[in-house]
């Protein structure tokens, strides 16, 4: 029997889907051991720090995560990071496979006049921020202003312009960030405007995010009825309109022929509103945008600009990959084949494809990546085994410590009618995986 031992860099849901692919691959003459690293003490990934607190049935995912790490021949080393604690050179010298799931962690800029003034963040601080990542705790988000902006048209846009708009008494139940709930209940904002580029038939919320907006309890929801309608007519011209697209129209139409209820908040939805320049002298005061048409599938600049008044603006408008030392980058993701990088490296997940898509859609791309590298495999290595190489007296959260960090979380929170209370300093998760 053949005995590989493959390492698995991240442990989000790339890393896991991987890991489970290659355990739903094992036969009678081959069998795998899987070492999972992650940098934080706390495993899941984006399931933990990325899924808006108010949508809990998209955590539920964790359930398969955790059944995948009880399998035998796995093992999680938590709070290890790659190119401190260990490098890639010495991994891919160790293990017959290196698979990278390591996700896109940095925002993509605008590239506009005043994107550095206060009150200007990215999706990719503000959303870790209320979700509980110990490294984005002490990240300043002035919520003292009524109106707050977000540049984007996807389901993270969303998440940020909801968690903005909606009455903070709706997250006391989730488990939301105890630093993010208190400055969330303490926030003026009450005006909150999504920004996209296009028009509405090229926006990529997917349509439960859509349908779940008029079911808001204390905020109105707003979006044109001529937008809907101009792009449903766009949409026809070019052809049988996809179902996605038909679905997303449909959900559109019912938000804006919904009447508002005269709440104190509200949400907008606008289109064709291209950001020009954040304007302000030591803060965010407003931003300027350029107004657009849409001429067919083209994006058409009209000259005139619109600006609205805020003191907070977000950027959701992508993500790209961190740079890793030995390993090629390209376009903000790393450079791969269908997933092979070389040699013995391979990559999945946003690393590999790009931020797109859903949680589930790193389950086949991730299948797909692991029959690429069992095609490639030789004959097993045999070589070392990370405990060699880890720093001497380095605190590893294995397995069984991230399950008593777990449970104590999930206590902590069922006192205070939640599904966990998170602990978000590093050294303190530690410490509950001691105990």
Request: aromatic share 6%; glycine share 10%.
């Amino acid at each position: 029997m053949s005995q590989f031992k493959v390492a698995i860099v991240g442990a989000g849901p790339a890393g896991y889907f991987a890991a489970q692919a290659l355990q739903n691959s094992q036969t009678d003459d081959m069998k795998f051991e899987i070492d999972m690293l992650e940098r934080l003490p706390t495993p899941w990934g984006l399931v933990r720090t990325g899924v808006a607190p108010d949508h809990p049935k998209i955590k539920t995912v964790a359930k398969v995560f955790e059944k995948v790490a009880a399998e035998p021949g796995f093992r999680l080393f938590g709070n290890v990071e790659l190119g401190t604690d260990v490098t890639i050179e010495q991994l891919r010298d160790i293990y017959d496979v290196v698979i990278l799931a390591t996700g896109s962690a940095l925002g993509r800029k605008l590239g506009i006049p005043g994107e550095d003034l206060y009150g200007s963040i990215s999706a990719a601080d503000f959303v870790p921020w209320y979700n509980g990542h110990p490294d984005f705790t002490s990240l300043e988000v002035p919520l003292d202003g009524e109106v707050a902006v977000v540049i984007g048209a996807g389901n993270v846009a969303m998440d940020c312009a909801r968690i903005l708009a909606i009455n903070p008494e709706e997250l006391d139940t989730t488990d939301t960030a105890n630093h993010a709930l208190a400055a969330l209940h303490k926030s003026a904002i009450r005006t909150v405007h999504i920004a996209a580029r296009r028009g509405a038939e090229h926006a990529a919320f997917t349509a439960p995010e859509l349908r779940d907006l008029p079911k808001l309890e204390h905020t109105d929801v707003f979006l044109r009825a001529d937008d809907v309608a101009a792009a449903q007519a766009r949409a026809e011209s070019a052809g049988e309109i996809e179902k996605e697209l038909r679905s997303n129209l449909e959900a559109m139409k019912l938000i804006a022929e919904t009447t508002p209820a005269g709440r104190d908040r509200s949400l907008h939805l606008n289109f064709l509103l291209a950001p020009k320049e954040i304007v302000g002298k030591d803060r965010v005061e407003g931003i300027t945008f350029s107004i657009n048409r849409m001429d067919g599938d083209k994006v058409i600049d009209t000259g005139e600009t619109h600006t609205i008044s805020c003191s907070l603006v977000i950027s959701a408008i992508g993500y790209h990959a961190l740079p890793l030392a030995g390993v090629p980058e390209n376009s903000g993701k790393v450079k791969n084949a269908d997933g092979r990088v070389d040699g013995n490296l391979y990559v999945v997940g946003w690393a590999k494809r790009g931020p797109s898509g859903v949680i589930g859609t790193n389950k086949s791309d991730a299948a797909d990546v692991v029959k690429l590298a069992i095609e490639d495999l030789g004959t097993p290595k045999g070589k070392g085994s990370i405990d060699d190489i880890l720093p001497a007296g380095h605190q590893i959260i294995s397995q069984e410590k991230w399950s008593r960090i777990n449970a104590a979380e999930v206590a902590a929170g069922e006192v205070l009618g939640k599904p966990r209370l998170k602990e978000v300093e590093r050294s303190k998760l530690i410490t509950l995986g001691q105990e």
